[in-house]
């Protein structure tokens, strides 16, 4: 089965501006996970989708970044505007149950640097 | 606070050499407890969960609730298993969140 995919792979930003990361899970997942790993640190969850609802977005700092999952297939994650700090890879997962309670499978991750 | 947490952030071990990598956690309950792995150039991967008492790759990890510890060992290291290793426990009840420890980098030498 084709894994998680995730476009682009790098994005090379200036502060201020704004980005988006697209994501497609493994088809019929129901779970959708975006990560936040900065260099030198395990992932973090920034939010946490069941089909196109939001189970969890307690760590996404929602002044700057939003995401959503229309049609509870694929998703976007977006940051606007970008401050240095956000530099790190973004990484989707996807689970096939309900709730998260199942293996995650996760994208190739896209790099972000900000500038 | 919940916390994980990997001590070693550097491992190197000669071929054929056990390998041990720590992990302990503070969670209230009974948290289920996991492995990832991330190979140079592949994806983070999980490589084993506690509640399936089955060696991987021949890694095996025992959850001791005592010492709150859930280590990664392996008797004999192989040139392979040089890679990334991240524990993550997660809360089993209501909330599935999954968190990552630091992660160790394991490297085998010949």
């Known amino acids: 089965e084709a894994g998680v995919a995730q476009s682009p792979r790098y994005k090379i930003i200036e502060k201020r501006q704004s980005v988006a990361f697209w994501c497609n899970p493994i088809s019929g997942h129901a779970t959708l996970y975006w990560y936040q790993q900065i260099l030198g640190q395990g992932p973090k969850l920034l939010i946490q989708f069941q089909n196109n609802g939001v189970v969890d977005d307690s760590q996404l700092p929602k002044d700057r970044f939003s995401a959503e999952r229309l049609k509870g297939v694929d998703s976007t994650l977006k940051i606007q505007p970008a401050k240095l700090e956000d530099s790190a890879v973004y990484l989707c997962?996807?689970?096939?149950?309900?709730?998260?309670?199942?293996?995650?499978?996760f994208g190739p991750g896209t790099r972000l640097t900000v500038l | 606070a919940q916390r994980v947490t990997q001590p070693e952030k550097l491992l190197s071990v000669f071929k054929g050499a056990p390998v041990e990598l720590k992990c302990n956690y503070s969670y209230s309950g009974s948290p289920e407890l996991f492995w990832y792995v991330q190979y140079s150039r592949q994806r983070l991967q999980l490589l084993l969960r506690h509640i399936s008492r089955e060696s991987i790759k021949g890694f095996t990890a025992d959850l001791n609730k005592g010492e709150t510890s859930f280590h990664l060992k392996k008797p004999f290291a192989q040139e392979e298993d040089s890679a990334m290793y991240y524990c993550?426990?997660?809360?089993?009840?209501?909330?599935?969140?999954?968190?990552f420890g630091a992660g160790t980098t394991v490297t085998v030498r010949a």
């Open positions: 997962a996807s689970s096939p149950g309900l709730a998260g309670a199942d293996t995650q499978y």
């Open positions: 993550a426990p997660r809360e089993g009840s209501n909330d599935y969140k999954l968190s």
